[in-house]
């Protein structure tokens, strides 16, 4: 009996062991079956397995996807919006967070004033997607008026408008030079408007839209379905997005944005590339009491008024840094701000002085002079008027604001 009774549990343990492997291999196998029969080995497979999942976009009755079909106006802003919400197990949707942040004041009102009972799903009397299309056109992502016939095929240039103002309204547009150098490489751009050429070049700049092996962006064309997943996806999710050369010889450089963001800036000559190098040493003099946001470094009195300053709620009345040395590459200018506090002349002497050094040269000892003259009149209560002094080949305009004891020195190279 013990006998058989041992053999019955070897025998139980064994059918349970191989069950339960049969059952990870047939798990296995099901999670590695395309949802839809026409997308196997397709180069966007996954990204439509995993935005399908997400809702985003539903394929056919037939158990097809059809991934080269093209997608139409009305079916590409549905899926845009639904792309910056998260569904939850029951079904329903809400907005993601990162892109409510992500929002101007005015937007944020807007969804939760006009778009409070939106629940995400087309409109069950009349046209489909005229909800989708509302909130997307009140959004400023779309001009809806531009559009005679939303059930009409998208065409790149379409997507790549869309995706300019979406862009303008959830982070940045990036700089206008670097994005027209990369455009004008494909053949057909000059197929495209003026206008057009600019939403391609953001594409293009941001990483979310290439062009073809053959040389073409192509212009006209229309996109598919698994494309616009594609572009969406990178759209949304920054860390999909494509990696984007630099040259430094070409006087190209990324420079960190807001939120860690990254952003690429040509300079328009090897003055404003060094007054950068600048920017980097001279914030270190300063410690942690400072940050470099695009071409402006901005200083703070102490780490307390750096946090007022960088965690300050929207809509809350103006806290600035105290000092701010900047560039602006596409005016080739140079500025210093100057907010006089108490002792904010000394607290940054040594950062104004090593940008002086760097911009001016020689001639960084007449800069010196007059910034700190100025200054402390400024500081002490002077009436002192906003000026114009030509220091070597530079143009150095002067506007003192009296009240708030502000001054800003801005440096233009005299044409």
Same mark, same amino acid.
């Given at each position: 009996?013990?006998?058989?009774?041992?053999?019955?549990?070897?025998?139980?343990?064994?059918?349970?062991?191989?069950?339960?492997?049969?059952?990870?291999?047939?798990?296995?196998?099901?999670?590695?079956?395309?949802?839809?029969?026409?997308?196997?080995?397709?180069?966007?497979?996954?990204?439509?397995?995993?935005?399908?999942?997400?809702?985003?976009?539903?394929?056919?009755?037939?158990?097809?996807?059809?991934?080269?079909? =093209?997608?139409? @106006?009305?079916?590409?802003? /549905?899926?845009? &919006?639904?792309?910056?919400? #998260? !569904? %939850?197990?029951?079904?329903?949707?809400?907005?993601?967070?990162?892109?409510?942040?992500?929002?101007?004041?005015?937007?944020?009102?807007?969804?939760?004033?006009?778009?409070?009972?939106?629940?995400?799903? =087309?409109?069950? @009397?009349?046209?489909?997607? /005229?909800?989708? &299309?509302?909130?997307?056109? #009140? !959004? %400023?992502?779309?001009?809806?008026?531009?559009?005679?016939?939303?059930?009409?095929?998208?065409?790149?240039?379409?997507?790549?408008?869309?995706?300019?103002?979406?862009?303008?309204?959830?982070?940045?547009?990036?700089?206008?030079?670097?994005?027209?150098?990369?455009?004008?490489?494909?053949?057909?751009?000059?197929?495209?408007?003026?206008?057009?050429?600019?939403?391609?070049?953001?594409?293009?700049?941001?990483?979310?839209?290439?062009?073809?092996?053959?040389?073409?962006?192509?212009?006209?064309?229309?996109?598919?379905?698994?494309?616009?997943?594609?572009?969406?996806?990178?759209?949304?999710?920054?860390?999909?997005?494509?990696?984007?050369?630099?040259?430094?010889?070409?006087?190209?450089?990324?420079?960190?944005?807001?939120?860690?963001?990254?952003?690429?800036?040509?300079?328009?000559?090897?003055?404003?590339?060094?007054?950068?190098?600048?920017?980097?040493?001279?914030?270190?003099?300063?410690?942690?009491?400072?940050?470099?946001?695009?071409?402006?470094?901005?200083?703070?009195?102490?780490?307390?008024?750096?946090?007022?300053?960088?965690?300050?709620?929207?809509?809350?009345?103006?806290?600035?840094?105290?000092?701010?040395?900047?560039?602006?590459?596409?005016?080739?200018?140079?500025?210093?701000?100057?907010?006089?506090?108490?002792?904010?002349?000394?607290?940054?002497?040594?950062?104004?002085?090593?940008?002086?050094?760097?911009?001016?040269?020689?001639?960084?000892?007449?800069?010196?002079?007059?910034?700190?003259?100025?200054?402390?009149?400024?500081?002490?209560?002077?009436?002192?008027?906003?000026?114009?002094?030509?220091?070597?080949?530079?143009?150095?305009?002067?506007?003192?604001?009296?009240?708030?004891?502000?001054?800003?020195?801005?440096?233009?190279?005299?044409?």
């Amino acid at each position: 009996m013990k006998r058989f009774a041992l053999i019955a549990v070897v025998i139980t343990v064994f059918w349970a062991a191989f069950s339960g492997s049969l059952a990870n291999e047939q798990a296995i196998a099901a999670s590695s079956t395309p949802i839809f029969k026409d997308i196997k080995g397709h180069w966007a497979e996954k990204t439509i397995n995993d935005m399908v999942k997400q809702g985003i976009l539903d394929g056919y009755p037939d158990g097809t996807f059809r991934p080269q079909e =093209p997608v139409k @106006v009305d079916q590409f802003i /549905k899926m845009l &919006i639904l792309s910056y919400t #998260d !569904l %939850h197990q029951n079904g329903s949707r809400s907005w993601n967070i990162p892109f409510l942040q992500s929002l101007s004041e005015e937007n944020q009102a807007i969804l939760k004033q006009d778009y409070r009972y939106f629940d995400f799903k =087309p409109s069950p @009397v009349g046209y489909w997607a /005229k909800q989708f &299309i509302d909130v997307a056109s #009140d !959004l %400023h992502f779309l001009n809806k008026s531009r559009y005679n016939d939303f059930q009409a095929d998208m065409t790149r240039e379409n997507v790549a408008e869309i995706v300019y103002y979406t862009i303008q309204e959830t982070e940045f547009l990036e700089d206008g030079l670097f994005g027209q150098k990369m455009a004008q490489a494909y053949g057909d751009l000059m197929g495209a408007t003026e206008r057009e050429q600019k939403f391609i070049a953001e594409t293009l700049v941001k990483g979310i839209m290439q062009g073809y092996p053959n040389g073409f962006f192509g212009v006209g064309d229309t996109v598919t379905r698994a494309e616009s997943l594609v572009i969406l996806n990178r759209l949304t999710d920054k860390s999909k997005r494509l990696a984007v050369p630099v040259s430094p010889e070409k006087l190209e450089r990324v420079v960190p944005t807001a939120g860690g963001g990254k952003k690429i800036i040509i300079f328009p000559d090897k003055r404003m590339w060094d007054a950068y190098e600048a920017l980097l040493v001279a914030g270190q003099l300063r410690g942690s009491n400072h940050d470099l946001y695009e071409t402006t470094l901005r200083l703070f009195k102490d780490q307390s008024e750096k946090d007022s300053v960088m965690n300050r709620p929207s809509g809350s009345a103006a806290l600035n840094e105290e000092a701010a040395v900047w560039l602006d590459p596409q005016y080739n200018t140079y500025g210093i701000t100057m907010r006089l506090r108490e002792g904010t002349l000394a607290r940054n002497k040594e950062v104004v002085e090593q940008f002086a050094n760097q911009l001016f040269g020689y001639n960084a000892s007449t800069f010196k002079e007059l910034f700190n003259d100025l200054s402390k009149r400024v500081e002490s209560g002077a009436k002192v008027a906003s000026q114009q002094k030509l220091i070597g080949t530079d143009n150095v305009s002067i506007q003192v604001d009296a009240a708030t004891k502000t001054v800003i020195f801005s440096i233009a190279t005299k044409k």
